[in-house]
């Protein structure tokens, strides 16, 4: 009863094939469907008196796969096929649109030849499955590749993260959707910190196509420091890297849900839509911070360099671990109570002052940097206003490295200085090149902007949309815009205003408070002293040693699975 044995996932003579077929319901042969595949919609129609109530048409965008098997009784000479869409649908309990679960499966039983049936299962099961991979969610202007097909992915899943529910979140709601996927994976369970880091800079990468983490920001951390450091550094950066929010803060999760401009999602909705975009294997380009301690350690970052209040709320709740993500509300109540104020000496390349580098300066294989977006703050009353507040510097508990060192005054020309990367004895570099950055203890080029203000409450630079899953603290922010957008606030804001600049960046909202103790930058590098003598710095969530720290942005250097 097929009419066309066209492959849908084809164009013939500039028209787009079409199959065509009739089945029955797998659980009842009295119900039958006509069925037709295009390429970018399965369209299923009850036969009934009043077939114009019974139209459902699948987007195949929304498809994850689709596969052919037997039944289980021996006798039934039918073969099944069903396909797995997971389309945008209104919520039971709440307002709004999430991604669910919908099965739409059929019994082939044209003739009594059992092979002759699972044959054409098959073929209608290829057909979806093809059609499906030319139909994954784009973004208008993006630019993607597709990982390998079968993609062979490892999962790397922290089973303490977040309140110790990252494993039971993958096996109950991302291993199902893996397996209609025909996705292979090897899980890997970790067992001690760094425990990741060490793994994958030994690892074979030939044998994986993608490594996927299942837990919070912190395991990405270990994995791309562990990829940074390897000989092959700048063919493992290249491995598209994976995020399954199992954490308490699902940072990066939330950014890359938020790229596929889908509708908010948060807890396992979240996790679904980044299961979901695993699936369907797209990838895009992200960038890293390169970022020097005053040990001369380099350490690479996705997300993050926070110092000041944000980086207080995150390490001191970690005793709130066990309430999930409720914790980082807890922990800013508390901080707020006692709110802090730190000294300390701030520096920075604007976007616009950055310096158009010579071909082949730089020795990485980055791709050069996107367009810019349009400022978001343009017009922000709130640029470098001279703090009038007394000084209100704290002490506390936390152990540190005082700094003294008073190297943020400009040098008398704009040379940088430029600091060379490791080789190893073949000449190949050992990481990418941070020729924006001078030595730490050399002075700025006259091209950086030096900050006047010393008495600060946080300052915070983000290279991500999201600092947490209900936290868009960088409305204009993308995975591969070349930017750190810099966020500080000076000393002299109250505490309510401070909470509700908080409150107000759960919608992204913060930058049009109006409030002239926040300053917002779009920078290429960055410098940080601090001066009082105790506090705390931390990296996409990770404390780091208490000191000078400086870091420069390499657009596009690794690679992220999106939608």
């Known amino acids: 009863m097929e009419k066309d044995e066209a492959d849908p996932s084809r164009q013939r003579n500039g028209a787009v094939g079409v199959l065509y077929g009739e089945f029955t319901d797998p659980l009842d042969d009295r119900v039958r469907y006509s069925v037709s595949l295009t390429e970018s919609v399965l369209t299923v129609q009850r036969i009934c008196s009043s077939p114009g109530r019974s139209k459902v048409l699948f987007n195949l965008t929304d498809c994850v796969g689709c596969r052919a098997y037997r039944g289980p009784d021996s006798a039934d000479v039918g073969a099944y096929f069903a396909a797995y869409f997971y389309p945008f649908k209104r919520r039971w309990m709440s307002a709004g649109v999430a991604r669910q679960r919908v099965e739409q499966g059929f019994r082939v039983a044209l003739v009594q030849d059992p092979l002759a049936n699972l044959q054409e299962a098959e073929r209608w099961a ?75 800079r030994k690892a074979d990468l030939s044998q994986c196509d993608a490594l996927v983490i299942m837990s919070g920001d912190g395991l990405l951390f270990e994995v791309i420091n562990g990829l940074m450091e390897r000989e092959d550094w700048q063919e493992a950066i290249q491995t598209p890297l994976g995020i399954l929010p199992g954490g308490s803060g699902n940072a990066l999760a939330a950014s890359v849900h938020h790229y596929s401009q889908s509708p908010p999602a948060w807890n396992e909705e979240l996790l679904l839509s980044c299961g979901f975009m695993l699936c369907k294997g797209l990838i895009g380009s992200m960038d890293l911070v390169s970022i020097h301690l005053a040990s001369r350690q380099r350490l690479f970052s996705f997300l993050s360099l926070a110092w000041g ?25 508390v901080r707020l109570a006692s709110l802090r104020v730190y000294q300390g000496r701030l520096a920075y390349l604007p976007v616009k002052e950055a310096p158009t580098l010579p071909k082949g300066s730089i020795k990485s294989n980055q791709p050069p940097s996107t367009p810019q977006h349009q400022s978001l703050c343009s017009s922000l009353p709130c640029r470098l206003i001279p703090n009038t507040s007394p000084n209100q510097n704290s002490r506390h508990n936390h152990n540190s490295t005082n700094s003294n060192h008073n190297t943020l005054t400009n040098s008398s020309n704009n040379a940088i200085t430029t600091k060379r990367p490791e080789t190893q004895s073949d000449g190949k570099t050992r990481a990418p090149e941070d020729s924006l950055l001078p030595g730490l203890d050399q002075p700025i080029p006259d091209s950086w902007t030096v900050v006047k203000e010393e008495d600060f ?94 870091a420069q942005i390499h657009p596009g250097l690794a690679k992220f699975i999106c939608g």
């Open 457 to 550: 409450v946080l300052v915070l630079a983000i290279y991500q949309s999201h600092l947490a899953e209900d936290l868009w603290t960088a409305p204009g922010a993308m995975a591969d815009d070349g930017v750190i957008h810099l966020f500080y606030v000076t000393a002299g804001i109250s505490r309510p205003a401070l909470l509700r600049l908080f409150l107000a960046m759960e919608k992204g909202g913060h930058l049009a408070c109006g409030c002239p103790h926040l300053v917002y930058e779009k920078v290429k590098a960055l410098r940080l002293e601090p001066i009082s003598p105790q506090g705390m710095i931390t990296v996409d969530g990770e404390m780091v040693e208490y000191g000078p720290v400086q």
């Open 309 to 333: 209040f944000v980086a207080d709320v995150d390490i001191e709740s970690e005793k709130y671990r066990h309430v999930g993500a409720i914790r980082f509300l807890m922990g800013t109540l």
């Open 126 to 200: 290829r057909a979806i499955r093809d059609a499906s991979v030319l139909q994954a969610p784009r973004r208008e202007g993006a630019v993607y590749a597709e990982v390998r097909r079968p993609c062979r992915v490892m999962i790397l899943v922290n089973p303490h993260s977040g309140r110790g529910q990252a494993l039971q979140l993958f096996t109950g709601h991302v291993q199902g959707m893996l397996t209609e996927a025909a996705v292979p994976y090897t899980l890997v369970i970790t067992e001690h910190q760094n425990h990741a880091r060490e793994l994958v």
